[in-house]
């Protein structure tokens, strides 16, 4: 399996409605048209202030228009993506809303564009000073409108930029997610399961993370995926956060590496754990399904019985850091088609 990344998007940069309006117009302020020789003909004089005001204009129109159209242009087509990246950007936004934002810049800049053609036409139409400086004036004071009116849709898709830039670069090759209810010890099994130095990166996802390390079994290599913690709740009352979990474990999971604490000290009794893992073995028909259980040293030695009696094909997490991690990788060997 290649060993390579999926690319996300290009960084987008999205400035606010009031720093666009300002940039265009300061820019505008800075160019004016010089008169060369003063004439004493008034022709020549509006002729003059014709051409000023159309510079203007167009210097703003043409500002406005390009930083709505960066943005715009920038966004991925979202049914394109790769699912993961997708459904972990649905965990936080709505895409219909996002999408609408994306068509309003769109629409905004046409109709900036059709204003600029109008209000210079009357202006080279014009014959008096005064009425050239209230064409433009309307001009300006119309194409601010329109920024002003994308105020909450430049926020909205900075937001989810900004989000965008934080997803994790998953590479494409065998991957395991690793599973369970908050606090099991899932980052702990992952420092464990990766090699004695991993490259283990954080990627933050408002309070949470998805945290990658990697291993080789023989010549390939194998990347681990520590999720945020999956709550016993149906699909539709998950939280963002559990939204993120799942969509790693749907979209990039060869195996899944369900984690239950037998000194129930996450909170959660083991009865609730037996029913998560049952509940997105369901879920998940068509992935594979490890168990291990963790933190034996502090589990009573009923807790321990009982988590055995429950997970009877579970790899049983001893203090020895190797034989645990030798036990995992040997099973993925035997059960997942890998090769030493």
């Known amino acids: 399996m290649k060993n390579k990344k999926n690319k996300k998007t290009r960084k987008i940069f999205i400035k606010t409605a ?10 505008a302020a800075k160019t004016t048209e010089k008169k060369g020789k003063k004439s004493k003909y008034v022709k020549d004089e509006l002729t003059f202030v014709k051409r000023d005001a159309s510079t203007k204009m167009k210097i703003v129109s043409e500002i406005i ?9 920038k966004f991925p087509d979202f049914e394109r993506m790769p699912n993961f990246y997708r459904d972990t950007i649905k965990s936080a936004f709505d895409l219909g809303q996002v999408r609408k934002g994306i068509s309003s810049l769109k629409g ?5 564009r059709k204003l600029e053609m109008k209000y210079s036409k ?12 209230k064409l ?20 909205l898709l900075k937001e989810v930029a900004i989000f965008m830039e934080k997803m994790p670069d998953i590479k494409e090759m065998f991957t395991v997610s690793i599973a369970g209810f908050p606090n099991v010890g899932k980052s702990t099994m992952l420092g464990r399961l990766t090699d004695s130095k991993p490259k283990i990166e954080s990627y933050q996802f408002t309070t949470q993370s998805i945290m990658l390390g990697y291993t080789k079994i023989g010549y390939e290599e194998v990347q681990f995926a520590d999720t ?4 016993d709740k149906n699909p539709g009352q998950r939280n963002p956060v559990e939204k993120r979990a799942v969509a790693a474990i749907k979209n990039i999971s ?17 009865e609730e754990q037996k029913k998560l893992f049952k509940d997105l073995k369901k879920e998940f028909k068509d992935k594979s399904f490890f168990v291990i259980i963790n933190k034996t040293d502090i589990a009573r030695e009923e807790q321990l019985h009982e988590a055995k009696k429950m997970f009877k094909e579970a790899i049983v997490s001893g203090e020895g850091l190797k034989e645990t991690k030798e036990e995992v990788l040997e099973k993925l060997v035997k059960e997942a088609g890998l090769k030493k």
């Not at 009031?18 to 820019?27: L, V, Y």
């Not at 002003?148 to 849709?153: I, S």
């Not at 060869?254 to 083991?270: H, K, M, T």
């Open 122 to 133: 009357s202006i080279w139409q014009a014959r008096q000073k005064m009425l050239i400086g």
């Open 254 to 270: 060869n195996v899944i590496l369900f984690v239950v604490d037998a000194s129930e000290q996450c909170g959660y009794p083991l």
């Open 18 to 27: 009031d720093e666009i309006i300002e940039k265009a117009f300061k820019k």
């Open 136 to 155: 433009k004036k309307e001009f300006f004071g119309r194409t601010a409108s329109f920024v002003k009116r994308n105020r909450h849709n430049l926020k």
């Open 108 to 112: 905004s800049s046409k109709e900036i």
């Open 65 to 73: 228009r390009e930083e709505l159209q960066v943005i715009e242009k």
């Open 228 to 231: 945020p913690g999956i709550l």
